[in-house]
């Protein structure tokens, strides 16, 4: 589709607890608008996958950390030949791990190796290297929607426009049950809105980059929206903002 005002290159940050929407939203309008879509909690759970799979304890900072600055972590659009309902393909050390990172038990250990200083800063050089690019229009698309818990405050806070997505608890638990039975997992509905309580609590707790809105972010509660709506709302906001600034971008 064609915009009223054309996007310049430009980054999108789209900011949310887990399963606020964000990663549905993104990649849908990274489609609309010929965006690069980059997901970068993968990151955070390719290296909670690695340090499960090398039988490394989760409590051990130094060796997460060790192993987060020795893992290639690759993360390419899916081909013809995955599609599989991926978003994106990620890779450790060349092992195609897309499904093998959504597990429950890398669910429940990823929000404490996201908290570790490090590992944190690790990734987020990775992230801002990416986000630069698309950003300034070196990419192979017109920019990049920008998905995570702090893009807009940490990793790109010079984004052209942010995005903070909520839903209520329940909502995001129906959303994620819903999620892993259609991948043929038995889960429960209950378990799973406790991990996501316990997730949010230690996301926006943690002492690094924790999980809350920019100041100059746009907040969208998702709990009754289709997502077409939202990925509407916010092309709306990028081609007022543009309309505001030529500079946009
Ligand atoms: O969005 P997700 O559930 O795939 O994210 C996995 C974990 O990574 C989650 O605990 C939050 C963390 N994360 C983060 O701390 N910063 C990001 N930019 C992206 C994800």
């Known amino acids: 589709m ?19 929407g964000k990663s549905t939203v993104a990649f849908r309008l990274a489609e609309r608008i010929d965006y690069l879509f980059f997901d970068t909690g993968v990151l955070y759970r390719a290296v909670t996958w690695a340090a499960l ?7 051990d900072e130094a060796a997460v950390t060790e192993l987060t600055r020795t893992l290639a972590i690759d993360v390419a659009a899916p081909s013809s030949d995955t599609a599989d309902g991926r978003h994106c393909t990620v890779l450790v050390d060349g092992r195609d791990v897309t499904w ?41 698309r017109a920019g990049v929607v920008m998905v995570g818990r702090d893009i807009g405050t940490v990793v790109m806070p010079d984004a052209a426009l942010k995005i903070y997505m909520v839903a209520s608890a329940e909502e995001r638990a129906r959303r994620r049950y819903l999620e892993q039975t259609e991948r043929g997992r038995a889960v429960s509905y209950a378990e799973i809105l406790q991990d996501l309580l316990r997730r949010d609590q230690l996301d926006s707790e943690r002492v690094v980059a924790p999980l809350r809105p920019a100041e100059d972010a746009f907040v969208i509660d998702t709990s009754q929206l289709a997502p077409d709506e939202v990925v509407q709302r916010i092309i709306d906001l990028a081609t007022k903002r543009v309309a505001k600034t030529p500079a946009f971008g």
Do not use: F, K, M, N
């Not at 310049?8 to 887990?18: F, L, T, Y």
């Open 100 to 140: 093998l990172i959504r597990t429950p038990q890398v669910d429940q250990h990823v929000s404490t190796v996201s908290a570790y200083t490090e590992v944190r800063q690790i990734l987020s050089d990775q992230q801002r290297r990416i986000g630069a690019r698309y950003g300034s229009g070196q990419g192979d």
């Open 53 to 59: 799979e090398r039988s490394i304890v989760i409590g």
């Open 2 to 20: 064609t915009l009223l005002v054309p996007l310049q290159p430009a980054v999108i940050a789209i900011d949310g607890p887990g399963a606020s």
